[in-house]
């Protein structure tokens, strides 16, 4: 507990907990929409995308590389959601090339027109988000501050909107909801989302905080508004476990919070089966 | 008065016409059912008269007051409904989606007009349950309480009653029915021939013959002989065929 005090007295420490959850938040909020809508992996694939963004930035020289990085993803996004329906590319398949492109081209940039001693070193903690969390500046903090506001305030607004376009998009559209339009501001949130999720988990592992909420959630709750609130829930609260693991056991902070999400799904199965009154 | 008039409506895909010279007029408190083989454009032409898809050529008429969005629909099911976490409520509710406008969530009056819907449909006690673990009747009941939310006039109905027990299609069409005697437009795809000649008024027959009359005129023409005897047929065959089982 001393231990867990005096880390608390260091700055980066409070600051890697408030973005820890907020992204926590802001990322478990649309997990039900994407797991339903079957585009569980577009969390995946979209964060390769920012990875290969996230190079080229690096080459380039950029000081901030969100310039870059934010509107490339946002454009895949909106790119992969719209095509979903009615493409000669599945929506899987186009998010599975996408992704992979994405990364190897990225890998390959980096590693022709490498400008970094430790080369390595970059690549693992930008897939796995090793330290960024702890090397947050002030500024950052509060762009991930106002980010998350600005999330939550949107998926609140639409609330009812984004559950009528995610239960029947065919009845939400002839009830005259736009839903082309709620598409596409599920697939902003969303890029937001993972971008500043990156610096939490890295790039490999931010669908693990998309999808393992919702999930979880999905297995005990029976109504959509409870499957929400929920999630949203575990997420924080998961979130705040594995920083807080992760400071004292030294681990590495992304995968534990993913080993915490985990735990939890797994106790959320049971919970389900037992609420359900079999354990199959 | 007319509620909807279809002028030589040309329906596909931009390179497959599915159906061309369609014409027909659907009349306040008809009970139009539409029939026909598969692929051959029934759900194509309620997708368009919802503005789902924009026709060929050829032009649709609303009546007055009548806009798409103010035509209830109960689709076919999707594959994401089936293990979709929602409440009855919920489901019922996002109805009342065209009455939002600029608002972002569901005032006293949208859910007063839920549950009087539901309540209209048998299933008030049902509010609190999972949609996912309902009959596929009761799932079928839900969908059109939740049609009856966005409208007040005009329903349309895509197979209500596949993948139905004998039991919930009956229910199903004596509720559609009393639907329609309560003055609501109903246009329905049906594949039970039967029943369709049963409870409808109109029948609009899709395929290499179009035919659109009235059930009495329907039962005369030669498209509709063949049709029903072949469905009649085929019934009969089934029946036999579950005796000897």
Not at chain 2, 225 to 244: H, N, Q, V
């Given at each position: ?18 973005v820890g959850?907020l992204i926590a938040l802001c990322s ?19 964060s390769?995308?920012a ?15 969100m310039?870059?990085v934010m509107?490339?993803t ?55 988000g090793?330290?960024s969390i ?6 950052e903090v509060?762009l991930c501050i106002v980010m998350s506001?600005v999330v ?37 949130i969303i890029a937001v989302v993972i971008v500043l999720g990156m610096k939490l988990v890295?790039?490999?592992?931010v669908?693990?905080l ?71 | ?245």
């Amino acid at each position: 507990m001393d231990k867990l005090g005096l880390y608390f007295s260091y700055p980066f420490v409070r600051y890697a907990l408030i973005v820890g959850v907020l992204i926590a938040l802001c990322s478990s909020l649309l997990g039900v929409t994407l797991v339903l809508k079957r585009f569980s992996f577009i969390g995946d694939g979209l964060s390769h995308v920012a990875f290969g963004a996230i190079a080229v930035a690096s080459v380039v020289g950029l000081a901030d590389d969100m310039i870059l990085v934010m509107p490339v993803t946002i454009i895949s996004a909106v790119l992969l959601l719209s095509s979903g329906q009615q493409t000669k590319m599945r929506g899987d398949a186009a998010i599975a090339v996408l992704s992979v492109s994405a990364l190897a081209l990225g890998y390959l940039i980096m590693n022709i027109f490498s400008v970094s001693s430790n080369l390595t070193g970059d690549v693992c903690s930008t897939l796995f988000g090793s330290t960024s969390i702890l090397t947050l500046k002030l500024s950052e903090v509060v762009l991930c501050i106002v980010m998350s506001v600005v999330v939550v305030t949107v998926f609140v607004i639409f609330y009812n909107r984004i559950f009528a376009v995610t239960f029947d998009e065919n009845f939400a559209r002839a009830t005259g909801t736009k839903a082309g339009m709620y598409n596409l501001i599920i697939a902003v949130i969303i890029a937001v989302v993972i971008v500043l999720g990156m610096k939490l988990v890295g790039s490999l592992l931010v669908s693990a905080l998309i999808i393992f909420p919702a999930l979880s959630a999905m297995r005990v709750f029976r109504s959509f508004f409870s499957v929400t609130v929920c999630s949203a829930v575990l997420s924080v609260v998961c979130a705040m476990c594995g920083i807080i693991i992760s400071i004292l056991a030294s681990t590495p902070v992304g995968s534990t919070i993913v080993a915490v999400d985990i735990a939890a799904y797994l106790c959320f199965v049971v919970a389900g089966a037992l609420k359900k009154g079999s354990l199959v | 008065m007319s509620e909807i008039i279809c002028r030589d409506l040309s329906l596909g895909y931009e390179n497959s016409i599915l159906v061309s010279g369609l014409s027909f007029e659907i009349r306040a408190g008809d009970y139009l059912c539409i029939v026909g083989e598969n692929g051959a454009g029934k759900s194509t032409l309620m997708r368009t008269i919802l503005h789902l898809q924009k026709p060929l050529s050829g032009e649709i008429e609303y009546g007055e007051g009548l806009t798409p969005s103010e035509i209830g629909y109960l689709p076919q099911q999707t594959v994401v409904q089936r293990d979709f976490p929602a409440s009855v409520n919920e489901v019922v509710l996002s109805g009342r989606q065209t009455g939002l406008k600029g608002r972002a969530f569901y005032s006293k009056e949208d859910r007063a007009c839920a549950e009087e819907n539901m309540e209209k449909l048998g299933i008030a006690d049902l509010g609190k349950r999972c949609y996912r673990e309902l009959s596929g009747g009761q799932q079928q009941r839900v969908l059109l309480a939740r049609a009856l939310c966005a409208t007040r006039r005009m329903i349309l109905l895509d197979e209500p009653v596949s993948g139905l027990d004998p039991m919930a299609t009956m229910e199903m069409y004596q509720i559609i029915k009393k639907l329609n005697s309560e003055g609501i437009t109903i246009v329905m795809i049906s594949h039970d021939i039967r029943a369709s000649v049963e409870y409808a008024t109109h029948i609009l027959h899709i395929g290499s013959e179009i035919f659109f009359g009235t059930t009495e005129e329907y039962r005369r023409s030669p498209a509709g002989r063949i049709y029903l005897e072949s469905g009649i047929a085929d019934s009969e065959d089934m029946g036999r065929r579950e005796e000897d089982a």
